[in-house]
């Protein structure tokens, strides 16, 4: 079984410029969630989809983030402007189930470095 | 707001040794709790836990929970070092399979 799959790997790029990643999540997992981790910390949860809609998106912050899951498969987060506190590891992961109690597996990331 | 603390932030042992790592949680319509070991990419499952008192095992891995105390502690035996990694606790709550991370344990296994 092929796992969640994210690109690019690695991004850098300058203040206000802008950034998109890409994730392809396990097949016939309904569930994506983005998260956003900051070295030294855990990931954080920025957006959830279950299947094309969102389930949370609580902590993304709004005015610069957006991200879609069209027809409910592949997703893409977007930045834009790029701030300086953006530089992280985007991950990205899936799970089988709409409801708790399954686990997520993780794609290996986009490091992205703002500078 | 959902807390998760793990102690220590980090650790350094010798091959061979037995580590115990902690996790502590406040959360709302608590559901389960989960380990993951991090090394320089993703996250890969180590165990979820649902029940309290019921150890879940996995080679030298083991985990349990206590839902009365809120916590959660994961043991590591005859450690190696490929153990080498951040170890992530984190709790899902509700129905959402919402995970709240906490900031993981950096384990070192020296020769």
């Known amino acids: 079984e092929a796992g969640v799959a994210q690109s690019p790997r690695y991004k850098i790029i300058e203040k206000r410029q802008s950034v998109a990643f890409w994730c392809n999540p396990i097949s016939g997992h309904a569930t994506l969630y983005w998260y956003q981790q900051i070295l030294g910390q855990g990931p954080k949860l920025l957006i959830q989809f279950q299947n094309n809609g969102v389930v949370d998106d609580s902590q993304l912050p709004k005015d610069r983030f957006s991200a879609e899951r069209l027809k409910g498969v592949d997703s893409t987060l977007k930045i834009q402007p790029a701030k300086l506190e953006d530089s992280a590891v985007y991950l990205c992961a899936s799970s089988l189930g709409v409801i708790g109690g399954y686990e997520q597996y993780f794609g290996p990331g986009t490091r992205l470095t703002v500078t | 707001e959902d807390k998760v603390v793990q102690s220590p932030l980090s650790l350094v042992v010798h091959e061979g040794d037995t580590v115990t790592l902690n996790c502590s949680y406040e959360?709302?319509?608590?559901?389960?709790l989960l380990w993951y070991k991090q090394e320089k990419k993703a996250p890969t499952f180590l165990f979820m836990l649902t029940s309290s008192g019921i150890e879940k095992k996995s080679g030298r891995l083991s985990s349990i929970l206590d839902k009365k105390e809120l916590f959660s502690i994961l043991n590591i035996t005859a450690t190696q070092t490929g153990d080498s990694a951040v170890y992530l606790c984190a709790v899902e709550r509700g129905t959402a399979s919402k995970l709240t991370f906490g900031t993981g344990t950096r384990l070192q296994v020296t020769l």
């Open positions: 959360v709302t319509n608590f559901r389960s």
